[in-house]
C-alpha cells in the first residue's frame, strides 16, 4: 500500500525535497571531508606516540652530524619553523609517523651504508599515505633504476625533503627544474640558455619545464621509438594553442604545416604500418633540437637563417647543397610573396577543381531532371485513374 502511494504521489514536492534532502546526506557522509583525516587512518602508519616536542628536545639544535659508512654525513638538526610550515608539519603528521622505529633515545642503531639506501628505506613511508605516486613510479625510468640497484637513481626524499616540503601549489614551476638539475645538470645547463629555460626562468609558466616534457613519476625512456613517434604531439599541445602563442606572436600552422610535410605525412603513415618502430623522418626535435631549442630568429643559430636550416637537413640529407631548404616549404602555407608560383599553381587547383566538379554536377543533375520527366510522362495516363481521382 505504501509502496503504491509513494509511485502515485512522487511528483507532490513535498516528496521529491525529502528524497533529495536523503540522497544528499548520503553523498555527503560518504564523502572524505579531509585528505588527513583519511590518509592518517592508513594501518600501516602508527599516530601519535611520542610528541614532537620530545624529539626537538635534541634535533632543534644544531649538533654535529653523524656519519654514515660512505663517509655521507646525515645532519641531525631539524629547523623547527620550517617542519612547522611544511605540508606535512601543518598536517600534524609527526616524526614518529614516520619515524616509527624510533621510541626513544639512544636510538637503533643505522646500518644503511649510503644516504642513497638510507632514503630508500622510507619509500615503505611515504607508500602508507601517497600509494599513486609511489605505484606510478615503480615501472619509471628511475624506478627500473633503482630495482637495478643504481646508486645515483632517485627515490621519493630525493626529490621531496620530507621535513621541508611545502604544497606542490606553492612551488614556483622553475624550482621543479632545480629538482632535476641536482643529478641532470649538464642537459639542466643547457635548458637554461633554450628559448623554453630562459623563459621559465624570468617566471613565465606557459614554457614546458622538465616535468611537462617527462612526466615526474612516471617518466618513461626518452629514447623509445614510442616516445620518438608521439614526441610530435607533445610539442603541439602548445605550439597549436591560440591563445598561448598569441602572446608570443608565434604561427600555431605548426602542426599542420608539419603534417601536410612529407615529413610529416611518413611520419602519420609510420605510426600506422610500423607499430613500435623509430621512425628515421624528421620529429620536430631533429630540426629545432630539444633542450637547446632557440627562436628561429636567433643569429647564431635560429633556423630562419638559411645556412643554419641547411645543417639541421643534413644530418639525414647529407648531400643536402644551399638549394635545398628552398624545394621544402617550411611551416607557412604557401602565399603570394613567400612561394608565388606554387600559391598560384595551388589556387589554380582550388578553382579549377570546384569549377569542374560543379559544372559536372549541374550536368547530371539536369540529365536526371530531362529522365525523370520523360518517364513522367510515358507513366501518368496509367496511374491516375478517374475512380481513385473520385474517392480522394
Ligand atoms: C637525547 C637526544 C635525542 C632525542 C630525544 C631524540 N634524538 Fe634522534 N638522534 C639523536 C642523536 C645523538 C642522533 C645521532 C645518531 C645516534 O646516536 O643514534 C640521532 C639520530 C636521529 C635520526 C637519524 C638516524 C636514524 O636513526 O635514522 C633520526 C631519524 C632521529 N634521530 C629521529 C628522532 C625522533 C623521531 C625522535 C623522537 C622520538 C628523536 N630522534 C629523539 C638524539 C636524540
Ligand atoms: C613525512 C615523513 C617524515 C616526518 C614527518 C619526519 N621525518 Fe625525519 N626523515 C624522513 C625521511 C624520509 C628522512 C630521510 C631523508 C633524508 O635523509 O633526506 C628523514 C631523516 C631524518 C633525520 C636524519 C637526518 C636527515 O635529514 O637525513 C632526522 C634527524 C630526522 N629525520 C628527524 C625528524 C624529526 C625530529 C621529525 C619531527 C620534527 C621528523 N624527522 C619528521 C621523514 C620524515
Ligand atoms: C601519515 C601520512 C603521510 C606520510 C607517511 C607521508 N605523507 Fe606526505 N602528505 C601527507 C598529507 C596529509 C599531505 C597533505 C596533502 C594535501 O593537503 O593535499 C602530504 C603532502 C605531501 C606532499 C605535497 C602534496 C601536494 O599535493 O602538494 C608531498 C610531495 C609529500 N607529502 C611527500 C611525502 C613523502 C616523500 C613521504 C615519505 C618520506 C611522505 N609524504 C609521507 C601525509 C603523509
Ligand atoms: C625525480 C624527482 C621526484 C621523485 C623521485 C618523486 N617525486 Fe613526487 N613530485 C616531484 C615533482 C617535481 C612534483 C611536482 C610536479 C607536479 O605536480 O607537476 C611532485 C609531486 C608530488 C606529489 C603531489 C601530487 C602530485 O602527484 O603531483 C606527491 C604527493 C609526491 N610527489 C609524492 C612522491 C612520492 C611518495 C615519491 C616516491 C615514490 C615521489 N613523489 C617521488 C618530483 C619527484
Ligand atoms: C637523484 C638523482 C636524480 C634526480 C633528482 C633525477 N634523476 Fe633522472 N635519472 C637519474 C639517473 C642516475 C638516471 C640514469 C641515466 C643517467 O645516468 O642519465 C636518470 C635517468 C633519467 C631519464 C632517462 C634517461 C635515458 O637516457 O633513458 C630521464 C628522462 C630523466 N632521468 C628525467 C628526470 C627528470 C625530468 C627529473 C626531475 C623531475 C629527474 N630525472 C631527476 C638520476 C636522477
Ligand atoms: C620540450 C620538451 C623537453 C623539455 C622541456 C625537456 N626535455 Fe628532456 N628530452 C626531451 C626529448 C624529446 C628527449 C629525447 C631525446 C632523444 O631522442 O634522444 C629528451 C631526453 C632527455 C634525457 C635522456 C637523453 C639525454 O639527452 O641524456 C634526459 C636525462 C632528459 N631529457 C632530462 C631532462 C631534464 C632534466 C630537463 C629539464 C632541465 C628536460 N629533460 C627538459 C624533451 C624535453
Ligand atoms: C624539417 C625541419 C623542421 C621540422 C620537422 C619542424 N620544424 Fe619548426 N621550423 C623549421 C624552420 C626551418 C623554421 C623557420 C622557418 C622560417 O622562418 O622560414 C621553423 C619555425 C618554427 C617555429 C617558429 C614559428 C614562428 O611563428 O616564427 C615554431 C614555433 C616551430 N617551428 C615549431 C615546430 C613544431 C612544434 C614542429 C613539430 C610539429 C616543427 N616545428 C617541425 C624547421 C622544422
Ligand atoms: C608547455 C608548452 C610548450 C611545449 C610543450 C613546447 N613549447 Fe615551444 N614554446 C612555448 C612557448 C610559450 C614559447 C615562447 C617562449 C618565448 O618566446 O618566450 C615557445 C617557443 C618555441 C620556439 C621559438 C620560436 C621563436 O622563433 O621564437 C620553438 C622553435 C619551439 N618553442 C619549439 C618547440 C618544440 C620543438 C617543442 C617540442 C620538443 C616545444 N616547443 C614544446 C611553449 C611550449
Ligand atoms: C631526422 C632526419 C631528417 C631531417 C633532420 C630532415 N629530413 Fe627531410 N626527409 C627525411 C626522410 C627519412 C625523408 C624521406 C621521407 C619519405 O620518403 O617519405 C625525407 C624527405 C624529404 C624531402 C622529400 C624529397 C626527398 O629527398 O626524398 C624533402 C624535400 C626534405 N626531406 C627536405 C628536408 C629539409 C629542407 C630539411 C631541413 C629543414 C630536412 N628535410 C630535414 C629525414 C629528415
Redesign the pocket.
Known amino acids: 500500500m505504501k509502496r503504491s502511494y509513494l509511485l502515485a504521489n512522487w511528483r507532490k514536492p513535498g516528496l521529491l525535497l525529502v528524497f533529495l534532502l536523503v540522497i544528499g546526506i548520503f553523498f555527503l557522509a560518504s564523502k572524505p571531508t579531509h585528505v588527513q583525516a583519511e590518509t592518517l587512518q592508513s594501518p600501516l602508519i602508527q599516530t601519535g606516540g611520542i610528541p614532537n616536542a620530545e624529539c626537538l628536545s635534541c634535533h632543534a639544535q644544531a649538533t654535529e652530524p653523524v656519519f654514515l659508512q660512505s663517509g655521507e654525513p646525515l645532519f641531525l638538526r631539524i629547523d623547527v619553523p620550517m617542519f612547522g610550515n611544511s605540508v606535512h608539519g601543518r598536517n600534524s603528521v609527526t616524526c614518529v609517523t614516520c619515524h616509527s622505529n624510533i621510541t626513544g633515545f639512544p636510538h637503533p642503531e643505522v646500518t644503511t651504508p649510503t644516504i642513497h639506501d638510507y632514503r630508500l628505506g622510507y619509500i615503505g613511508v611515504c607508500a602508507a599515505c601517497h600509494a599513486e605516486q609511489v605505484n606510478a613510479t615503480q615501472d619509471s625510468i628511475h624506478g627500473q633504476l633503482l630495482k637495478q640497484g643504481n646508486q645515483f637513481a632517485p627515490s621519493c626524499a630525493d626529490c621531496h625533503d620530507p621535513h621541508t616540503q611545502p604544497l606542490v601549489e606553492e612551488v614556483d614551476k622553475s624550482e621543479f627544474a632545480a629538482v632535476c638539475a641536482q643529478c641532470h645538470n649538464g642537459i639542466y645547463e643547457e635548458y637554461k640558455l633554450s628559448v623554453h629555460g630562459k623563459a621559465l626562468l624570468e617566471g613565465n609558466v606557459d614554457v614546458p619545464g622538465c616535468v611537462d616534457c617527462h612526466g615526474v613519476h612516471s617518466i618513461s625512456d626518452p629514447t623509445t621509438a614510442e616516445f620518438r613517434n608521439s614526441s610530435v604531439y607533445m610539442c603541439a599541445d602548445c605550439h597549436t594553442d591560440e591563445t598561448k602563442m598569441a602572446k608570443y606572436g608565434l604561427s600555431t600552422n605548426v602542426l599542420t604545416s608539419y603534417v601536410a610535410?612529407?615529413?610529416g605525412?611518413?611520419i602519420s603513415?609510420f605510426e600506422k604500418t610500423e607499430p613500435g618502430q623509430k621512425?628515421?623522418?624528421?620529429?620536430c626535435y631533429?630540426?629545432h633540437g630539444i633542450h637547446n631549442i632557440l627562436s628561429v630568429d636567433d643569429p647564431q643559430k635560429g633556423?630562419a637563417v638559411k645556412e643554419n636550416?641547411?645543417s639541421?637537413?643534413?644530418?639525414?640529407?647529407p648531400d643536402?647543397t644551399t638549394n635545398?631548404?628552398s624545394?621544402?616549404l617550411?611551416h607557412y602555407m604557401p602565399d603570394k610573396n613567400t612561394y608565388p608560383l606554387v600559391y598560384y599553381v595551388d589556387l589554380f587547383y582550388k578553382i579549377l577543381i570546384p569549377s569542374v566538379l560543379g559544372i559536372m554536377a549541374i550536368f547530371i543533375a539536369s540529365d536526371i531532371y530531362r529522365r525523370v520527366r520523360t518517364s513522367r510522362r510515358k507513366l501518368v495516363p496509367v496511374e491516375v485513374t478517374p475512380t481513385e481521382e473520385g474517392k480522394e
Open positions: 610535410d612529407f615529413h605525412t611518413t603513415l621512425s628515421n623522418t624528421a620529429v631533429d630540426c633556423l636550416m641547411l639541421a637537413c643534413q644530418k639525414c640529407h643536402a635545398f631548404p624545394s621544402w617550411s
